[in-house]
């Protein structure tokens, strides 16, 4: 089973906080759509399966979309790729997007996921990053979208804010748990070069995040969520029973994926390919059937440091069996490197799974760089 993502590069406003490529100028939102559907006719033949578990539709903000734009691209993919009602099919929406007329649209399509951008229910620290809703429109779009029949629905929370105090917090983890969503992403808020946070605190017109209190807030998260019977599945997701994200999970265990539009990767098992992060060059490449992509060729020690870094980051963890099919030699870096780790009691052995511990997810990022494999 493979995947498609399907990136929209369009935003009303920039977010202070953000690097994904976008353009807030709806000028080419046509031109664009339709180049999308180019590429996924050019593309077709990418995967080696082309029965999908996943669509995703990223950005940018996908709920700008209109029914036009979605017809479109689903007739297109349709044309080449078989999915089921099963199939996991997300729409990432901003709150001020979410409304009756809208979502009925996007149940027509099939969409049956919906990962809503909340990031704050205060109006303090949605100011601060520049966020285009408000607190009440966060509140409302889960509301408004439930109403509508979406029962499969996640919303994004960032921690570590200068804004957001550990009640503002606490208050923020108990409006997300009373919304009664299946899966909350969260993550902390780090600073990007590019970014119009990162030029803030290099003029000292904010202060950075603090790391102390950023650890305090993913403790607090983690406690609340799993007590309340979320799985905490990987460092920033946690989902109830069956709510699982596939399409991200596809991500993590190394399942092939297409991705189309400006800046969108791509990965089937051996290369990783990535289009030009450049709306007007994407458009004109792709209406000259130029792919813009540049692609890389994964070494195994590409790929062994690629499956360390994403299978220690969830609760399947990484098996020394699935290393030894990339070649032995990474095999023995990895037991004889892992073994501090668990001395220290930041990862454990379950049937030959590799995992973190509790305390151990608090350094997944410094773990594994410690077992990955340099040439």
Avoid at 187 to 210: G, N, R, S
Avoid at 245 to 264: D, F, R, V
């Amino acid at each position: 089973m493979s995947g498609i993502y399907i990136h929209i590069p369009f935003c009303k406003q920039a977010c202070h906080y953000c690097n994904f490529h976008f353009s807030t100028s709806l000028r080419l939102k046509d031109e664009m759509i339709n180049a999308i559907c180019k590429e996924i006719t050019l593309r077709k033949n990418y995967l080696a399966n082309n029965i999908l578990n996943s669509i995703y539709f990223g950005g940018g903000t996908p709920s700008l979309m209109n029914a036009d734009d979605l017809s479109k691209i689903f007739e297109t993919i349709n044309k080449y790729f078989q999915w089921s009602p099963e199939s996991e099919i997300t729409l990432e929406a901003n709150p001020d997007d979410v409304d009756n007329k809208k979502l009925k649209i996007f149940k027509t399509y099939g969409i049956n996921r919906l990962s809503i951008g909340i990031q704050s229910f205060f109006d303090a620290d949605l100011k601060w990053m520049n966020r285009a809703h408000n607190s009440k429109e966060a509140l409302d779009s889960i509301k408004v979208a439930q109403g509508e029949g979406f029962s499969n629905i996640s919303i994004d929370l960032i921690y570590g804010s200068p804004t957001t105090s550990d009640d503002m917090w606490k208050k923020n983890i108990e409006l997300a748990l009373e919304s009664d969503v299946p899966h909350i992403s969260s993550y902390c808020l780090t600073v990007e070069e590019k970014t119009a946070l990162f030029h803030q605190i290099q003029h000292k017109k904010t202060t950075a995040p603090d790391l102390e209190r950023a650890n305090i807030q993913f403790d607090a998260l983690i406690k609340s969520l799993t007590s309340a019977g979320f799985d905490h599945y990987e460092i920033s997701n946690f989902a109830k029973k069956h709510h699982i994200a596939i399409h991200n999970t596809n991500y993590w265990k190394g399942q092939s994926y297409l991705g189309i539009g400006p800046s969108a990767h791509s990965y089937n098992g051996q290369s990783r390919s990535w289009n030009v992060a450049n709306n007007k060059k994407y458009i004109d490449s792709i209406n000259k059937e130029i792919l813009p992509i540049e692609t890389e060729f994964l070494t195994p020690s590409i790929r062994y440091n690629e499956y360390i870094m994403t299978g220690l980051r969830t609760m399947w963890g990484v098996n020394s069996d699935e290393i030894s099919v990339l070649g032995d030699m990474y095999r023995v870096h990895f037991l004889s490197n892992i073994v501090k780790e668990i001395d220290s009691g930041l990862v454990h052995i379950c049937d030959d799974q590799y995992v973190l511990t509790e305390r151990g997810k608090y350094f997944a990022d410094r773990i594994a760089m410690n077992l990955f494999f340099v040439n």
